[in-house]
């Protein structure tokens, strides 16, 4: 029975852990904003539910069966040691994925971005323990085959950190034309996951279309998903940038069609962006609420109140 319990939760949190970079490149690839935010609440549930759950289920039942149902061995074999210690940074991994997300459910989704290549290194982590505990191996084995694992793992966790650190600095080296540029090329091909990590977590956001000011990225992310909501289709593309890198303005032209079939001529207006180590920390719009088809201003403080549940 208990060897039952531990193929069973083995296959519940393994299986659910290999389906989240599934959810993670949709959620890239989503068209409509609602899309990307029902599959952060849904990788949040599967996180806590049927990962952290499950994991704890193999891992405890492992132990039992590798012990022969004993807690405790006087004198464990080294696979045996060697699995309970990556066990136990595997469980430190996790609670500290479970911060993030939980964090990140709260505003601070610059910390939650971190959550994929901590996801990574314990899958890594965990098909290791799995190796230990099926094929016992000697000493020298278990020893070097830990090494060489934890190894690769540091290895293409400091490789992501390059990466990550070097597009910053290329975000934060964009002249204010080029970041005008990448702006507008997200938003009109609807990247809107990309699109919002170039915001900072507390950013301000003013648009006519908004009844107030947008605080904060949640209640971005609200914004967004209720005014795209009214349009069929818009595109924007920049025509004139001025300014320095840390504040700038861009001349922009917008075109687009209603949900209700209404066509929307050309519209002129302007984004007022403030930069903070390159990601943007307040956006000012501007432009002639009485050029635009019969649309519907979005309610600021639903989107906090949205933001905040």
Same mark, same amino acid.
């Given at each position: 029975?208990?060897? *039952?319990?531990?193929?069973?939760?083995?296959?519940?949190?393994?299986?659910?852990?290999?389906?989240?970079?599934?959810?993670?490149?949709?959620?890239?690839?989503?068209?409509?904003?609602?899309?990307?935010?029902?599959?952060?609440?849904?990788?949040?549930?599967?996180?806590?539910?049927?990962?952290?759950?499950?994991?704890?289920?193999?891992?405890?039942?492992?132990? =039992?069966?590798?012990?022969?149902?004993?807690?405790?061995?006087?004198?464990?074999?080294?696979?045996?040691?060697?699995?309970?210690?990556? /066990?136990?940074?595997? $469980?430190?991994?996790?609670?500290?994925?479970?911060?993030?997300?939980?964090?990140?459910?709260?505003?601070?989704?610059?910390?939650?971005? &971190?959550?994929?290549?901590?996801?990574?290194?314990?899958?890594?982590?965990?098909?290791?323990?799995?190796?230990?505990?099926?094929?016992?191996?000697?000493?020298?084995? $278990?020893?070097?085959?830990?090494?060489?694992?934890?190894?690769?793992?540091?290895?293409?966790?400091?490789?992501?950190?390059?990466?990550?650190?070097?597009?910053?600095?290329?975000?934060?080296?964009? /002249?204010?034309? %080029?970041?005008?540029?990448?702006? *507008?090329? =997200?938003?009109?091909? %609807?990247?809107?996951?990309?699109?919002?990590?170039?915001?900072?977590?507390? +950013?301000?956001?003013?648009?006519?279309? +908004?009844?107030?000011?947008? @605080?904060?990225?949640?209640?971005? %992310?609200?914004?967004?998903?209720?005014?795209?909501? !009214?349009?069929?289709?818009?595109?924007?593309?920049?025509?004139?940038?001025?300014? /320095?890198?840390?504040?700038?303005?861009?001349?922009?032209?917008? @075109?687009?069609?209603? @949900?209700?079939?209404? !066509?929307?001529?050309? =519209?002129?207006?302007?984004?007022?962006?403030?930069?903070?180590?390159?990601?943007? /920390?307040?956006? &000012?719009?501007?432009?002639?609420?009485? !050029?635009?088809?019969?649309?519907?201003?979005?309610?600021?403080?639903?989107?906090?109140?949205?933001?905040?549940?």
């Amino acid at each position: 029975m208990l060897l *039952f319990i531990h193929i069973v939760s083995a296959a519940i949190w393994l299986g659910t852990a290999i389906t989240l970079p599934f959810w993670g490149n949709r959620a890239n690839r989503a068209d409509h904003l609602h899309t990307v935010l029902g599959i952060i609440d849904t990788v949040f549930i599967l996180k806590c539910v049927f990962i952290m759950g499950g994991l704890f289920i193999t891992l405890l039942t492992g132990w =039992l069966l590798a012990t022969e149902y004993q807690l405790i061995t006087n004198i464990p074999p080294t696979w045996l040691s060697a699995a309970l210690a990556v /066990s136990l940074i595997i $469980a430190l991994n996790s609670c500290i994925i479970f911060y993030f997300l939980w964090i990140g459910r709260k505003g601070k989704r610059s910390l939650m971005r &971190l959550v994929p290549p901590v996801g990574y290194s314990n899958i890594a982590l965990i098909i290791l323990v799995y190796f230990l505990m099926i094929y016992k191996p000697v000493e020298q084995t $278990a020893f070097t085959t830990v090494t060489w694992v934890i190894a690769l793992v540091l290895l293409a966790n400091a490789i992501n950190i390059t990466v990550k650190l070097t597009k910053l600095n290329k975000l934060k080296n964009m /002249s204010p034309s %080029e970041y005008a540029d990448n702006y *507008f090329a =997200l938003l009109n091909a %609807e990247k809107m996951t990309d699109l919002l990590k170039l915001f900072k977590d507390d +950013a301000m956001f003013i648009d006519p279309f +908004a009844t107030g000011p947008i @605080q904060g990225i949640l209640a971005i %992310e609200q914004f967004f998903q209720k005014l795209g909501d !009214q349009f069929d289709s818009i595109k924007m593309h920049p025509e004139k940038v001025v300014g /320095s890198n840390k504040q700038f303005t861009i001349h922009w032209v917008a @075109q687009g069609v209603t @949900q209700n079939g209404e !066509q929307m001529p050309a =519209l002129r207006g302007t984004n007022l962006m403030t930069r903070l180590n390159g990601k943007i /920390s307040t956006v &000012l719009i501007d432009f002639d609420l009485t !050029q635009l088809p019969q649309v519907q201003l979005v309610n600021a403080d639903v989107c906090h109140k949205l933001a905040a549940a």
